[in-house]
């Protein structure tokens, strides 16, 4: 039953280590805009019509306004069912010493 218990610990360190990466990774995606058009100085954002809104970092990146919401969110979808299965699976390490002294006579 330790066994059981470590491996579920570990795996429960993988997930959770896994879902922080996710979540940092969610947090600084972006996707690239090919649009090349002068902006105004200090423009956040562009919008069009018949295009989708080009987001602007402060030091001048853009991007696709509306792709980027779809990664980042994709990932934090990602990363919340990550964190999902580590809690389940630290649960499921601490219920691991109660069934070892059930099973016990």
């Known amino acids: 039953m330790e066994n059981l218990a470590a ?3 570990i795996l429960s360190a993988i997930a959770a280590l896994t879902a922080a990466g996710l979540w ?6 972006i ?7 002068p902006v105004a100085d ?3 954002y562009v919008t069009f019509r018949g295009r989708q809104p080009i987001g602007i970092t402060p030091s001048g990146k853009r991007y ?8 980042q ?12 299965a580590a809690a389940l699976l ?6 691991v010493p109660l069934l070892a ?5």
């Open 73 to 84: 969110g994709r990932l934090n979808t990602y990363a919340a069912a990550t964190a999902a």
């Open 7 to 9: 491996t579920l610990n």
């Open 90 to 95: 630290q649960g499921l390490a601490l219920g």
């Open 64 to 71: 696709e306004f509306l792709e980027t919401l779809e990664l």
């Open 31 to 37: 996707v690239p805009s090919d649009y090349a058009e």
């Open 24 to 29: 940092w990774r969610a947090s600084h995606a």
């Open 42 to 44: 200090g423009a956040r």
């Open 101 to 105: 002294s059930l099973a016990q006579p």
